[in-house]
């Protein structure tokens, strides 16, 4: 989209579902309100994203968040939780609703012939016996085996909501024991030891590989909670 198929306009708090209601009664040149932002450094003030064409309403709040996480040498097959969702004190965002995934960013450096498969998705139907692994996206050694590789995936206006209800696609989903909330994985917090129970929500990197040979991994990614 070019730059002028966006634009936003500014209200007062409180007025946000009257503003809509107005911009949905009117024409308003074929603009759609996609978005609303709060600005924790602007008391008062919502900012009502708007977009040509239609899109589904979702409020950013402002916790957003940023991390950055390397996995170096010869990783092994593994699951990680990139985002405990439940867990406010150890990250910075604040609900424990929903992440929202803003972007992401993953560099693989691999050995000439090493043999692997990241994929990146959140959990879903956590129960104490398994849980859904849901593929948001994944990155293999097949065809261009030892050459670089990055994925960089921005989400426009403030990441997709990441549940089974909010979530469409063919994407391939897992039912693992592995993922039942009473077993222990390892984290962005601690990457060494396993102290984590996973839970419906949260986001996870799970590694698969066919030999022991070098791969390092370095992935960036931005957040925020509902």
Not at 68 to 90: C, E, G, K, M, P
């Given at each position: 989209?070019?730059?002028?198929?966006?634009?936003?306009?500014?209200?007062?708090?409180?007025?946000?579902?009257?503003?809509?209601?107005?911009?949905?009664?009117?024409?308003?040149?074929?603009?759609?309100?996609?978005a609303y932002?709060?600005?924790?450094?602007?008391e008062?003030?919502?900012?009502?994203i708007?977009?040509?064409?239609?899109?589904?309403?979702?409020?950013?709040?402002?916790?957003?968040?940023?991390?950055?996480?390397?996995?170096?040498?010869?990783i092994?097959?593994?699951?990680?939780?990139?985002?405990?969702?439940?867990?406010?004190?150890?990250?910075?965002?604040?609900?424990?609703?929903?992440?929202h995934?803003?972007?992401?960013?993953?560099?693989v450096?691999?050995?000439?012939n090493?043999?692997?498969l990241?994929?990146?998705?959140?959990?879903?139907?956590?129960s104490?016996?398994?849980?859904?692994?849901?593929?948001?996206?994944?990155?293999?050694?097949?065809?261009?085996?030892?050459?670089?590789?990055?994925?960089?995936?921005?989400?426009?206006?403030?990441?997709?909501?990441l549940?089974p209800?909010h979530?469409?696609?063919?994407?391939?989903?897992?039912?693992?024991?592995?993922?039942?909330?009473?077993n222990?994985?390892?984290?962005?917090?601690?990457?060494?030891?396993a102290?984590?129970?996973?839970g419906?929500?949260?986001?996870?990197?799970r590694?698969?590989?066919?030999?022991?040979?070098?791969?390092?991994?370095?992935l960036?990614f931005?957040?925020?909670?509902?």
């Amino acid at each position: 989209m070019s730059q002028q198929d966006y634009k936003a306009l500014r209200v007062e708090e409180g007025r946000e579902a009257q503003a809509i209601a107005e911009l949905n009664s009117e024409s308003n040149n074929g603009y759609h309100v996609v978005a609303y932002l709060q600005n924790a450094r602007e008391e008062g003030v919502t900012t009502l994203i708007l977009s040509l064409g239609q899109a589904v309403l979702q409020k950013h709040e402002p916790d957003s968040n940023n991390i950055h996480f390397s996995l170096n040498a010869n990783i092994a097959a593994d699951s990680l939780i990139l985002v405990d969702l439940s867990d406010t004190v150890n990250y910075a965002h604040n609900s424990t609703n929903f992440v929202h995934l803003e972007n992401f960013f993953i560099d693989v450096d691999a050995a000439p012939n090493a043999d692997y498969l990241l994929e990146f998705g959140f959990l879903a139907n956590v129960s104490s016996a398994d849980g859904d692994f849901v593929q948001i996206a994944k990155l293999s050694s097949a065809k261009t085996k030892g050459a670089p590789k990055q994925v960089t995936i921005p989400f426009f206006p403030n990441g997709g909501r990441l549940s089974p209800q909010h979530w469409r696609s063919s994407a391939t989903r897992y039912v693992v024991s592995t993922y039942g909330s009473s077993n222990l994985l390892k984290s962005t917090i601690d990457p060494t030891t396993a102290t984590v129970n996973p839970g419906s929500g949260d986001l996870v990197l799970r590694v698969a590989r066919g030999d022991t040979t070098e791969v390092n991994v370095s992935l960036t990614f931005s957040y925020h909670t509902a």
